[in-house]
């Protein structure tokens, strides 16, 4: 489903990514770990075509996404709902509004997204909260309409980059539980995270990624002592940064 074929991207002298070569499979849920600057972020933003790689190709859906115009663009977007640490929540708007928005950017019929809108919250738990405004909401709350918001228009793929940072463990499990269930309908999920706990106790793929470079890609994997942030600092001082 998203393959990635020696693709290499740096910049200037600082390392993105190098000569990595990948597949992730349609109804995957792959936790992408490795420390800061590690390429991670790179990782994901070619994948949105948001950077161009400086070589090598990116397959989703069989399309080749380094070959798509601007006016591809945003067709590739749509099949990609994404979830941040932060939420990025519509302050001025209500839950449903922040949700029904992210219909309303593609130009989804009103009738549809009536309809459409309140099923994306109640599959997350949030109906009850439909009529409020984030700043009303717990962080865990926030986190599920922004998931309602990423899932809303039915992507084939979830990017989740770091979901559980900002929140309590138990609301974190909460998240988690939450991510699994849409995975099991079908949707491909990509985590980016430092979690090593959520990472270990949920045994799913684990990609790590290092220095620009895929170090490790293990089924029911766990995070290891050479991830850890700390470790890796450490490992780095003095070296070139890497993004």
Not at 107 to 121: C, E, T
Not at 179 to 202: D, F, P, Q, S, Y
Request: proline share 5%.
């Amino acid at each position: 489903m998203i393959e990635y074929k020696n693709v290499t991207k740096t910049y200037g002298t600082n390392i993105g990514l190098e000569d990595v070569s990948i597949s992730i499979e349609k109804g995957d849920f792959v936790f992408l770990v490795g420390p800061s600057g590690a390429g991670k972020s790179t990782f994901v933003k070619l994948m949105l075509k948001e950077i161009e790689a400086d070589s090598g190709s990116i397959l989703f859906d069989g399309a080749e996404i380094t070959k798509l115009s601007n006016r591809e663009i945003p067709k590739l977007r749509r099949s990609i709902g994404i979830v941040f640490q932060d939420f990025r929540l519509l302050p001025k708007k209500t839950v449903y509004e922040n949700v029904a928005f992210a219909m309303e950017i593609i130009h989804i019929s009103p009738r549809f997204i009536r309809k459409q809108a309140p099923q994306a919250l109640s599959l997350v738990g949030i109906s009850s909260k439909a009529g409020k405004y984030p700043h009303e909401l717990s962080a865990g709350e926030q986190q599920r309409v922004a998931i309602a918001r990423a899932i809303v228009n039915n992507p084939t793929v979830l990017i989740a980059d770091e979901p559980t940072g900002n929140l309590d463990p138990d609301t974190a499990w909460e998240i988690m539980e939450l991510l699994e269930h849409i995975n099991t309908r079908g949707t491909t999920v990509v985590m980016v995270t430092h979690a090593k706990e959520i990472v270990n106790k949920m045994s799913k793929r684990v990609i790590a990624i290092k220095n620009g470079r895929i170090t490790r890609d293990e089924q029911k994997g766990a995070y290891r002592p050479e991830e850890d942030e700390a470790e890796a600092i450490e490992a780095a001082d003095g070296g070139l940064p890497v993004l």
